[in-house]
DNA sequence: CGCTATACAGTAATCATTACTATCTGATTA
DNA sequence: TAATCAGATAGTAATGATTACTGTATAGCG
């Protein structure tokens, strides 16, 4: 992640100013945002950036295996830097969505484990905490 | 599960031929069907029913905690009546959702143990592993 | 440079979900 | 049983996220 280009070019993606910005924007943040978000970010260095470039990037991004894809909830997609799996605590009340490393989980574990006993070729794994967080509980 | 009917009552709804149909159907099949599947299905019994009513039903079943809504990947939700926390298979090929019980990882004591570190009220817990399921790998 | 595959911007189409409204019905009461 | 009423149903419209499409512009390469 030292070289945003470099890590583009590694995944034989073309190197273009708006997606250096998008996922570096990515890399940088820890708050898990929209595309929405996203694209009202970036816009703050690339006003003419249409939100369909956006939404498209983030999709080439996921599929090179830079950025996950998160569901939580009915609502839009979250994205995240992290691709490594680790477990989301979502606010149902504000929205938030925030990593919660070490939490006695080995998710990668239990999928190796599972692997084996169900004969299915995992390729994803998420782990979704709903709930209120504490700011919200006034 | 025993009174479908009863079971309606005592969450204080209720009881209609429609809202009967739609959840013994979910109570009968371990399919976790979406609720267009579950449209098609009820609708050999009231070919009049609205895929409206068969949504709008599913969510007062939720609401009632008599259901469980599934937001495995991207697509339409999928609806489960076993509201217990458990560990859901997704094949990205074929779409089936399968039930994992006994996966070495107990999800309700994992919610316990997060409440006091984290300072969240959990309200749902949601273990979606994705890949490509031994029927589909030919 | 000049070529070519692909990215970009802008817009339209699709699809799940939610909102709305006019009837209809289950449950309760007289 | 008949009247009443809250809530359910059918039908349709609106919303919002995602996907598809189409000219134009640009990155990467010889
Ligand atoms: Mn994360
Ligand atoms: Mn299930
Ligand atoms: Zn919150
Ligand atoms: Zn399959």
């Known amino acids: 992640m030292a070289n945003v280009a470099e890590t583009l070019r590694e995944k034989g993606l073309k190197v273009t100013p708006q997606r250096m910005a998008i996922y570096r924007m990515l890399c940088e943040t820890r708050a898990h945002p929209t ?3 996203i694209w ?9 950036i ?4 956006v939404y ?5 991004l996921e599929r090179a295996g830079l950025v996950q894809r998160l569901h939580v909830g009915e609502k839009a997609a979250h994205y995240d830097a992290d691709t490594s799996p680790h477990i989301h605590l979502c606010c149902e009340r504000c929205g ?11 998710l990668t574990e239990v999928a190796q484990n599972l692997r084996a006993k169900t004969g299915y070729e995992m390729s994803k794994i998420e782990l979704n905490i709903y709930g209120i967080c504490p700011e919200c509980r006034h």
Do not use: C, M, Y
């Open 50 to 53: 249409s939100f369909n470039t």
């Open 56 to 60: 498209t990037t983030l999709g080439i």
């Open 35 to 37: 595309a929405e978000a």
């Open 96 to 106: 938030r969505v925030r990593d919660l490393h070490k939490a006695g989980v080995d």
């Open 40 to 48: 009202e970010k970036v816009k703050e260095e690339f006003p003419a």
